[in-house]
């Protein structure tokens, strides 16, 4: 009986170590949604009409790896500073995992952006494009897709500069980044 009660407990202590406490961007995106201060929602890649586009083999591969496009976006407004910069800070806690590895910094006229990664380098789970601006807000999107791979994304711009991507369905991207 005591050894049945103690590989209960070591079972028990081990299912209880192994759950993290840290919020995922999976949880992030979900809580969010329930913040009036947010914009939440999801972009099929078909909005990209690269279907139409005239693409090359290796252009094909890397369109047909792109699934969805996950945004969240905060607008900043005097009423709401202190949930901004909590947020702000909630979000660039959540990227610095050991989960995510940065690609790239940007710094442009307007705001800051990071990219980056989840995955190894064969094969990207998702990417992961965060920008902020003190005045205008944040914005938050997951690049998701099947078999992603980084040297795909070049070819993936190069087939997004082929399509008849006219920005139709970001509407509301655009109100938000006018202000």
Request: hydrophobic share 40%.
């Amino acid at each position: 009986m005591k050894k049945v009660y103690f590989m209960m407990m070591l079972v028990l202590v081990f299912t209880i170590s192994s759950c993290s406490s840290e919020q995922s961007l999976q949880e992030y995106y979900i809580s969010s949604a329930e913040n009036p201060n947010f914009m939440s929602f999801d972009l099929p890649s078909s909005l990209l009409d690269l279907e139409k586009a005239n693409l090359t083999d290796s252009e094909m591969k890397a369109a047909s790896s792109l699934k969805k496009l996950n945004v969240l976006a905060f607008q900043k407004k005097d009423t709401n500073e202190a949930d901004y910069q909590a947020q702000k800070a909630t979000i660039k806690s959540i990227l610095k995992d050991d989960d995510y590895s940065e690609l790239m910094k940007i710094n442009t006229a307007m705001g800051k952006a990071t990219l980056q990664l989840k995955g190894d380098d064969d094969s990207i789970d998702e990417l992961v494009i965060y920008g902020d601006n003190d005045e205008k807000g944040l914005i938050l999107v997951r690049v998701l897709g099947d078999d992603m791979n980084p040297a795909s994304f070049v070819q993936l711009i190069k087939a997004m500069e082929k399509s008849d991507f006219n920005g139709k369905g970001l509407e509301k991207l655009g109100d938000l980044l006018k202000g």
